[in-house]
């Protein structure tokens, strides 16, 4: 009998651990990074991270990331064809380096949905005749009014006394240069609102060519504090954490975050410029589970849905009120005389060449 037993009970944990193995074994939700990006940046791919996890975690769903070694095209389909292999039925890929990818992929895999965020999926033939955009049928394309959130920081930054800002990108891509240009125009109206005089308000402007953070990153936030700037707009994913550290090395120097809340980083977060990545992923993988995804286009989310905006709970200025806040909020999202719509964004531009009655200095 004891033997008997013995026997089952071996079955019943042999069975269990089949179960579970297999269990582990397969992915339901797939996110794919860059090379250079990591899930705990603080800022866009931690906050892909974080939307996946919120639904994962309610739903009894299975989630991994996965992230090539190198940087091209065909790592990166390598990493779907991974995720794939692996059961994923909804792939998240964050950012334009994953336009192409999604463009192949989405045909390829018609049955997988794939979620891309701030970017429209092309066959990146960027000068050439061929190019071609195309959102399948299985794929959702979330685009981020930054402007709107770089604006709100800009214009909020100056309201509350400061006058000498920088303005420090990653690489001069879409998402990073219409937060930027926001910053400046925000920047523009608060001055021009205060009747300060022309020139009373400079930005600094440059980009690092870099996600992540490093030692030249450190340095040249570091040089700008020292000739008088007083905040500085760390718009690149890791690469804010150089600008952090630069900042907290001195006394009364300021740091504004990027996509996500980033004031448990450091005491020198003075506020964040914020997309909702988080909410819109879980909603986007909640409507595959419901059979309602949107897949076919692309979809703008900005401060008149929810979509865009500026951390002002957790705040750190020092006059400019949360009231102060939904005011310009509202101004924006209701369009006050053409305001939203009138935010330059264009690539093709320098951020010298945005009217202006202050000072914008490209380094």
Not at 110 to 133: K, M, R, T, Y
Not at 213 to 242: D, L, R
Request: proline share 4%; net charge negative.
């Amino acid at each position: 009998m004891k033997k008997v037993l013995a026997l089952l009970t071996a079955i019943a944990i042999i069975a269990g651990c089949t179960t579970a193995c297999a269990k582990k074994e397969t992915v339901d939700i797939a996110l794919i990074i860059t090379e250079q990006s990591t899930i705990d940046d603080g800022t866009y791919n931690q906050s892909a991270h974080e939307g996946i996890q919120m639904y994962a975690a309610n739903n009894d769903v299975i989630y991994k990331y996965f992230q090539p070694e190198n940087k091209s095209l065909a790592e990166y389909l390598i990493a779907v064809d991974r995720a794939v292999s692996e059961g994923a039925a909804v792939i998240v890929t964050p950012g334009y380096d994953f336009e192409a990818t999604v463009y192949f992929s989405q045909e390829k895999y018609p049955d997988v949905h794939f979620i891309l965020l701030d970017a429209i999926p092309n066959n990146g033939q960027w000068d050439s005749d061929e190019f071609e955009e195309k959102i399948g049928a299985n794929t959702f394309s979330a685009l981020f009014a930054d402007e709107q959130a770089g604006f709100l920081a800009g214009y909020a930054i100056v309201k509350d006394g400061f006058r000498n800002l920088g303005f420090l990108g990653g690489r001069a891509v879409g998402a990073v240069v219409a937060y930027g240009y926001g910053y400046i125009q925000g920047a523009e109206l608060a001055a021009k609102e205060l009747g300060l005089a022309p020139g009373e308000v400079t930005i600094r402007y440059d980009y690092t060519g870099e996600f992540i953070p490093t030692p030249e990153a450190q340095a040249k936030a570091s040089s700008w504090y020292n000739e008088g700037i007083e905040v500085i707009f760390a718009c690149g994913g890791g690469m804010g954490h150089s600008v952090i550290q630069a900042a907290q090395s001195m006394d009364d120097k300021w740091v504004i975050g990027v996509d996500a809340d980033q004031s448990g980083d450091s005491p020198v977060i003075i506020t964040s410029a914020l997309k909702m990545i988080p909410p819109v992923i879980n909603l986007a993988i909640e409507s595959y589970y419901r059979g309602t995804f949107r897949g076919g286009q692309s979809f703008y989310h900005g401060t008149e849905n929810g979509g865009s905006g500026l951390e002002i709970s957790n705040a750190r200025f020092r006059s400019f009120s949360p009231a102060d806040y939904e005011v310009i909020l509202n101004r924006l999202a209701t369009n006050e005389n053409g305001m939203a719509t009138s935010i330059i964004k264009d690539m093709d531009m320098k951020p010298t060449d945005i009217p202006t009655e202050f000072v914008v200095v490209e380094n």
